[in-house]
Nanobody
């Protein structure tokens, strides 16, 4: 019903920047929040940043001041601008959307995009 398509990953040198995009398509009635998760080798998937429908944002401590999440409600698209990238930011980044389904919620995941930061 809902598909998320991610783009923008790649290889960058430490200190560089990347911008990830995630576009939601399909039947979109009400999106509560859109966020970014990442999973590095040997680690569990962790929340990186989230933005609600009211554009309230929250960030993991490790990325505060370096990453910025933004949302274009008209386009059902969420972005993650990543600056001052560090090797420890290397991970597969996944977009996630939470949609409201009457009195319940549902989650959808993007396919993941690789971000590699070289030292």
């Amino acid at each position: 019903q809902v598909q998320l398509v991610e783009s923008g990953g790649g290889l960058v040198q430490a200190g560089g920047s990347l911008r990830l995009s995630c576009a939601a398509s399909g039947i979109i009635f009400s999106i509560n929040a859109m966020g970014w998760y990442r999973q590095a080798p040997g680690k569990q998937r962790e929340l990186v940043a989230v933005v609600t429908s009211g554009q309230t944002t929250n960030y993991a401590d490790s990325v505060k001041g370096r990453f910025t999440i933004s949302r274009d409600n008209a386009k059902n698209t969420v972005y993650l601008s990543m600056n001052s990238l560090k090797p420890e930011d290397t991970a597969v980044y996944y977009c996630n959307v939470e949609v409201q389904v009457f009195q319940s919620t549902a989650h959808y995941w993007g396919q993941g995009t690789q971000v590699t930061v070289a030292s």
